[in-house]
């Protein structure tokens, strides 16, 4: 699996995304600088963390014009696999390949900290080798993760099992105790009609190995190579 | 070709939760200004555009709001002209 890893002036999580790819998972990852146009020999492409552009005037929403962005967009038009993690969510909110927004924590906090994520969907090329409703111990380290859409869109995710992630309290449960930033119906994890674009508030580069408390966000990368060589089941 | 200034006003949409207004409400409060029933924060974007005239100076700024300057899912947006120049 070869992995292009966008990197926005202000991105600051594509380091951590290329040593769980490279070194964590042994595939390989390489960097590609938002100002080029096309992004190179790849089966995937990251979108990772960070502040693109400060975050000025809404988080995400200048990088979505970013010159290698229409590489990206025809990328997911094509079926290409598209991860976009913390403000990679947000700029796939941004660019419309996703569906509703990411507005300010309801704490008004940046937060960081590990949260529980429960696997509502395992049946999409990110995430077949979880099980079903498994919880997963996952990052945080966000300002503007509060995801916010109509009711029409989220009847449609909920309908069609769009919502692959969402934020759960200790007893597994999608309650409001349990929802780390007011998403609404605790969502942290959307996946477009096709199954090949992924949007998600919390980091899974950042939970790849025990050393850093959880390497519960390893099975992302891996299931994407599985499917990629042909042996995943999505 | 005239360089007409205009404002746009963002504003988040009603009926939407409002984290940036609800916690200057609070603070309003605990200052202990009395009646503050409601509080949203927007932005104020100043643009001053060269057009042809009043109308396609709006309607450009109009583009502007739909392609960059608002988020329709979650941003309300009004343009106004703020005086010719």
Redesign the interface.
């Given at each position: 699996m070869r992995v292009a890893i966008i990197t926005f002036p202000g991105s600051n999580c594509d380091y951590d995304c290329y040593k769980a790819i490279n070194d964590v998972l042994g595939a390989e990852a390489y960097y590609r600088w938002h100002r080029e146009t096309d992004l190179g020999d790849c089966d995937a492409v990251i979108l990772p963390g960070g502040f693109s552009y400060g975050d000025y005037?809404?988080a995400g929403?200048?990088a979505r014009?970013s010159p290698i962005m229409d590489a990206v967009i025809a990328f997911a038009k094509s079926g290409g696999p598209l991860l976009g993690i913390c403000n990679g969510f947000q700029v796939l909110?941004?660019s419309g390949l996703l569906?509703?927004?990411l507005?300010?924590?309801?704490?008004?906090q940046f937060q960081g900290e590990m949260v529980r994520v429960r696997v509502d969907n395992n049946r999409t090329m990110f995430t077949h080798i979880y099980d079903r409703n498994e919880i997963l111990h996952l990052h945080i380290a966000h300002g503007v993760g509060?995801y916010?859409?109509?009711e029409e869109t989220l009847a449609r995710l909920e309908g069609d099992g769009r919502i692959v992630f969402r934020y759960v309290d200790e007893r597994g449960v999608p309650s409001d105790e349990g929802n780390a930033n007011?998403s609404m119906h605790n969502i942290a994890g959307i996946i477009n009609e096709e199954g090949n674009v992924l949007g998600m508030m919390p980091h899974p580069e950042r939970s790849v190995e025990p050393l850093l408390g959880s390497a519960d966000g390893l099975p992302i990368f891996r299931s994407l190579a599985a499917h990629l060589s042909g042996t995943g089941v999505a | 070709m005239n360089a007409y200034q205009i404002e746009v006003r963002i504003t988040?949409r009603a009926g939407?939760?409002d984290?940036?207004g609800?916690?200057v409400q609070h603070a309003l409060t605990s200052l202990e200004f009395q009646g503050v029933e409601d509080v949203r924060v927007g932005k104020l974007i100043n643009l001053r555009v060269q057009a042809e005239s009043e109308s396609a100076a709006l309607e450009a700024a109009d583009a502007m709001c739909r392609r960059?300057?608002a988020?329709p899912?979650?941003e309300d947006y009004q343009i106004a002209l703020a005086g010719g120049g």
């Open positions: 005037l809404r929403a200048i014009f909110c941004e569906p509703g927004a507005v300010r924590n309801r704490s008004m509060n916010v859409a109509d007011g | 988040p939407l939760l984290p940036e609800q916690a960059l300057l988020n899912v979650t």
